[in-house]
């Protein structure tokens, strides 16, 4: 079913045409276990008992009190930990699962990564550190290395506990402070706990059936094994020269990998389900002279700019100037509920619905131009809304499939990978042999420690934190709540969200910083908020959440919409992080603090 370019104003005839296409591939891929179809990347065939980086060290359990403890050595822990020292707290324990900083820029190093979000405004701290990025969207390492010098300027190596999973947190009421245990036989006191441990850090693989049968070599992106294709982020996989490689999923990791896998290995195959909208990349080195014109206050402006641009808010100048800020209108309906009021329902919704179809169609359109083939061409066009799936940009992925060397093996009347057996991948009745399968495959979404059950909490009166979440969340901002004193939340939960999530966390740190230090000024035993805030915030979340769960529920499946089952409700704060960052630092100069710092 071909649909051509289409124009600025559309008859009945083609929004239908167009909306049955997109029903038809949704149906396609729909599968009956949702986000069942996969397993978690541990157990008896998983890659995750040892850190590849950095070899594990014995020590001695910890028994001692601190002032604060940071769960999470990632940007949402080192920014907290960066301004809890900011508010004076010297006695300050960092803890990961992980042998360093910096969160999935430590776990992922696999050739090509690079963020999707221009660096100026996604490295945090940057003024601080002194740093400016060397190329406009950072590789990895340049990440990696960024998150660790924050941690040295911050001195958030002091006291830190590595290869350290928490277990347990347990409030003692007599104390005022929190028990905390982990997996190395720590157990200490801590006065504070901040909890940032993410919500996409478990690796996930596809439940294919067989594929414990296989006897090739497997790996996921999140584990990159260099000592098997040689190389490093950079790519130079030499030692894939004699090798088939398959590669399962197509989102923005194998966007990063397949360009490099198709330059080095023997034969690549790279089985799809669904294709990613893979829009213009563009990256570039940084411009010296424009890094030495900043004055101070140039990233928080940069920051400030770009949320308020994808958001839907208005800038008089557009400073980041990318594809995110482009399609800012297409992301509202998954970002914010923020609406144009001048125009009816119907028509807002039509506008929305020609704009979405017009850019998709932009991007099916550079497909046909660079891919010389038209059947793969065909099978690499993305027939969805624009935000049903992440945006992906590239200059190279697209590029790579007009080489004799890589196959693309279309997944999506099977219902994914049919099974695997010992020597290579079946879909349908077709088996590929192939020397090593890589799995690009995600991670878990939402699942932290906390809402898994892995990390438990018990607050006063042994209350369990899951116990007292049985009906929703229950917080004030999405940061505490009642009957667990001095517990922090970072992440997603009853606030708001943005494509640059470092930028919200790094709000809410700074939110936390604040009111720490106003509670060891006043001399404040406990940092809590009241039943009535509670109730109170989730009146708000429930009266201002978007509701996306229609847009959602027609898109084709992902971890946006679970795999085409989308949650019913959803527990943002519809206004938005530009309205929600504000609101926060209005509660903060205008009384808020009276309302959480308990000093009898």
Not at 20 to 46: M, T, V
Not at 78 to 100: K, N, Y
Request: aromatic share 10%; proline share 6%; net charge negative.
């Amino acid at each position: 079913m071909s649909i051509p370019y289409l124009p600025h104003r559309f008859s009945p005839a083609e929004l239908d045409a167009m909306r049955a296409r997109y029903r038809a591939e949704r149906e396609r891929r729909i599968r009956p276990d949702g986000a069942g179809q996969y397993r978690r990347a541990a157990g008896e065939f998983g890659y995750y008992a040892t850190d590849p980086y950095t070899e594990r060290t014995e020590r001695a359990p910890v028994h001692d009190r601190v002032e604060a403890v940071v769960i999470g050595g990632g940007f949402g822990g080192l920014v907290t930990g960066a301004r809890l020292r900011q508010a004076g707290v010297q006695e300050l324990r960092m803890i990961d699962e992980a042998g360093d900083f910096g969160g999935t820029w430590y776990w992922n190093r696999y050739p090509g990564l690079h963020c999707d979000v221009e660096a100026t405004v996604y490295m945090p701290l940057l003024e601080e550190v002194g740093y400016v990025p060397k190329w406009r969207y950072a590789p990895g390492e340049e990440i990696r290395r960024h998150a660790v010098a924050i941690a040295e300027h911050f001195s958030l190596y002091d006291d830190a506990l590595f290869h350290t999973r928490v277990t347990e947190l347990r409030w003692d009421d007599d104390a005022a402070e929190w028990t905390v245990r982990t997996d190395r036989g720590d157990e200490f006191r801590s006065r504070y706990v901040v909890i940032s441990s993410g919500t996409l850090t478990q690796p996930k693989l596809p439940g294919i059936p067989g594929i414990e049968d296989y006897r090739g070599h497997t790996f996921h992106t999140s584990r990159w094994d260099y000592g098997y294709t040689g190389g490093d982020q950079e790519g130079g996989l030499h030692k894939l020269a004699d090798k088939k490689v398959g590669v399962v999923g197509t989102g923005a990791t194998a966007i990063q990998i397949v360009p490099h896998l198709a330059r080095d290995a023997e034969h690549l195959y790279v089985f799809q389900r669904t294709p990613s909208s893979v829009d213009v990349r563009d990256n570039r080195p940084t411009d010296p002279a424009w890094a030495a014109s900043l004055r101070p206050g140039w990233q928080q402006e940069r920051m400030e700019n770009f949320l308020t641009i994808v958001t839907g808010g208005h800038a008089d100048e557009d400073l980041i100037d990318d594809g995110w800020t482009a399609t800012a209108r297409l992301q509202r309906k998954l970002l914010t509920g923020s609406l144009d009021t001048n125009l009816s329902d119907e028509e807002r919704e039509y506008l929305d619905e020609v704009a979405d179809f017009r850019k998709m169609d932009q991007i099916r359109a550079r497909v046909d131009q660079i891919v010389e083939d038209p059947a793969v061409a065909e099978l690499l066009k993305p027939w969805y809304r624009y935000m049903c799936k992440r945006p992906t940009f590239s200059d190279h992925y697209l590029q790579a499939f007009n080489r004799p060397d890589v196959t693309l093996v279309d997944t999506a009347d099977t219902g994914g990978i049919t099974r695997m057996t010992e020597t290579g991948v079946v879909v349908g009745e077709t088996e590929y042999e192939v020397d090593c399968v890589i799995f690009a495959t995600g991670f878990e979404v939402g699942i932290s420690g906390v809402l898994s059950g892995t990390l438990p909490v018990h607050g006063r009166g042994g209350l369990p934190l899951l116990g007292h979440w049985r009906n929703g969340p229950r917080t004030l901002h999405g940061f505490y709540s009642h009957g667990f004193p001095n517990l922090f939340h970072l992440g997603s939960i009853q606030n708001a969200a943005s494509v640059n999530f470092v930028h919200v966390l790094q709000e809410q740190a700074t939110h936390i910083g604040a009111v720490v230090a106003e509670a060891n000024k006043r001399g404040a035993l406990r940092v809590e908020p009241t039943p009535e805030a509670e109730e109170a915030w989730a009146a708000t979340i429930r009266e201002t959440a978007p509701d996306n769960f229609k847009f959602q529920s027609e898109c084709t499946p992902g971890y946006y919409n679970g795999e085409g089952k989308p949650r019913p409700v959803s527990f943002s704060y519809g206004p938005g992080p530009v309205a929600f960052h504000e609101l926060l630092r209005g509660w903060r100069t205008e009384g808020g603090m009276d309302e959480v710092l308990v000093t009898a």
